[in-house]
């Protein structure tokens, strides 16, 4: 069955540094989305791609999906304190309307 | 609008009995869903349902049920609850269609002892 990964299960950074996370999914993807949990909350929706190839920019934040609609990435310039959270991706197939889930990786900021 | 309610926030369960973890959304979605979330293991499919009389198995259904009678309504339940089903589970809805986010409820904590 479809299975989604992510890439770092978790990150450490100083307020201030760069932060990527990386999704893979092994079958090719109509579309993904991404989500933002914070601690102790519920995902919340932040972007969706479905271009191949595509970049959707959101202030400090750069997602891109990949040529070959398997993969993605979401790109944090500048981390604030604010962008503690969990980052998932979820991707679905053509004609289908699971929506999978991966891992996630869990950011953490330090001031 | 409300958006997706879940009930309850917190449940404890004694392995064996049964428990039904309500959701409802008020946006008409046609699309609702159920996942679970275990530490480091994101959030797992269980299962979902396009319309009304419409559900469908997702990642890992096993030892959950589910019924669609109405729009608004996608109850899940437990008919036995083990250990391995304490997790926190998320209802998820949304309009039919791909180009439109998932919007989830509060959260449902539940332990099985």
């Known amino acids: 069955g479809q299975q989604v990964m992510q890439i770092p299960q978790y990150q450490h950074v100083q307020e201030g540094e760069d932060f990527t996370t990386y999704c893979n999914s092994s079958t090719t993807l109509s579309n993904i989305q991404w989500y933002k949990q914070r601690p102790g909350g519920h995902p919340v929706f932040l972007i969706q791609l479905v271009k191949s190839g595509e970049v959707k920019k959101q202030k400090r934040l750069t997602f891109q999906f990949g040529e070959a609609k398997k993969n993605s990435s979401l790109h944090i310039t500048a981390t604030q304190t604010t962008d503690v959270g969990t980052y ?19 950011l953490k900021v330090l001031a | 609008n409300a958006g997706v309610t879940q009930t309850p926030k917190f449940q404890v369960l004694k392995t064996g ?13 046609e699309y609702m869903s159920w996942y679970r979330q275990d530490p480091g293991m994101g959030l797992r499919l269980i299962h979902y349902s ?10 890992v259904p096993n030892g959950y049920n589910v019924s669609r009678s109405t729009t608004e309504d996608f109850p899940l339940r437990l008919l036995s609850a083990a250990p391995s089903q304490t997790s ?15 919007h989830f409820g509060n959260g449902t904590r539940l332990t099985v002892t």
């Open chain 2, 88 to 102: 926190v589970y998320f209802c998820a809805s949304k309009r039919q269609g791909d180009n439109s986010p998932l």
């Open chain 1, 88 to 106: 998932f991706c979820a991707g679905s197939t053509s004609g289908t309307y699971k929506y999978i889930f991966g891992t996630g990786t869990r």
């Open chain 2, 50 to 59: 396009v319309g009304a009389g419409i559900t469908d198995q997702g990642e």
């Open chain 2, 17 to 29: 009995q049964s428990m039904t973890l309500q959701c409802a959304q008020d946006m008409n979605h």
